[in-house]
């Protein structure tokens, strides 16, 4: 059974920042793409940073580039998020997923990020 559990969430200032860390098992993930997703309030959920688990090589959604790191520690089984220079409108639910060419098959449960101005 693949198991995704986010965890690092929380409260911070404007201008802080935030690890998010996502603990995978339950599979191999050598031929998956792992990637951060968030969701606002009131607002679809978005893309935010992916990363391939094998070579990985990263992309990042125009509004975290430069802030977010997306990155993976292959030996835990651990994918992470470092969030710098926080913006409130950086304030959501993040989700961490795992998937391949026909989609994200697999989902955590979220951890709540909330940036105060």
């Known amino acids: 059974q693949v198991q995704l559990v986010e965890s690092g969430g929380g409260l911070v200032q404007a201008g802080g920042s935030l690890r998010l860390s996502c603990a995978a098992s339950?599979?191999?993930?050598?031929?998956?793409?792992m990637a951060w997703f968030r969701q606002a309030p009131g607002k679809e959920r978005e893309f935010v940073a992916t990363?391939?688990?094998?070579?990985?090589?990263?992309y990042y959604a125009d509004s975290v580039k430069g802030r977010f790191t997306i990155s993976r520690d292959t030996a835990k089984n651990t994918l992470y998020l470092q969030m710098n220079s926080l913006k409130p409108e950086d304030t959501a639910v993040y989700y961490c997923?795992?998937?391949?060419?026909?989609?994200?098959?697999?989902w955590g449960q979220g951890t709540q990020v909330t940036v105060s101005s």
């Open positions: 997923a795992a998937g391949n060419s026909a989609g994200y098959d697999y």
């Open positions: 339950g599979r191999t993930f050598s031929n998956y793409a």
């Open positions: 990363i391939m688990w094998i070579g990985g090589s990263t």
